[in-house]
């Protein structure tokens, strides 16, 4: 059975950080394109950030660019966002996504983490 379970959404001042993770078991982890996405309440879900089976290629939202890094450590089948420069309109439920290829929409997901921006 596939999981994905996300951690370290919360709540924090704009201009703070937080750092996501996502733990996935019950896959060859380093053969999937992994992907952190967003959705907002009243708004589609959205691609923030993703990054190759390999780690030797990412891509980011432009909204998220220069303050969003997306990483992953294969040997712990974990995938990582580090959100700096947090803003209010980064306020959403964020999700992780496992793709089968890479710039493909996930086939997998985990259940979501909220993060809150907002003094």
């Known amino acids: 059975q596939v999981k994905l379970v996300e951690s370290g959404g919360g709540l924090v001042q704009p201009g703070g950080s937080l750092r996501l993770s996502c733990v996935v078991t019950?896959?060859?982890?380093?053969?999937?394109?992994m992907n952190w996405y967003r959705q907002a309440p009243g708004k589609e879900r959205e691609l923030v950030a993703q990054?190759?089976?390999?780690?030797?290629?990412?891509n980011y939202a432009d909204s998220v660019k220069g303050r969003f890094t997306i990483s992953r450590n294969n040997a712990e089948n974990t995938v990582f966002l580090q959100m700096n420069s947090l803003k209010p309109e980064d306020t959403a439920m964020y999700y992780c996504?496992?793709?089968?290829?890479?710039?493909?929409?996930?086939?997998?997901w985990g259940q979501g983490t909220q993060v809150t921006v907002s003094s």
């Open positions: 996504g496992a793709s089968t290829t890479w710039y493909t929409i996930p086939k997998y």
């Open positions: 019950g896959l060859t982890f380093n053969a999937y394109a």
């Open positions: 990054t190759a089976s390999s780690n030797d290629l990412t």
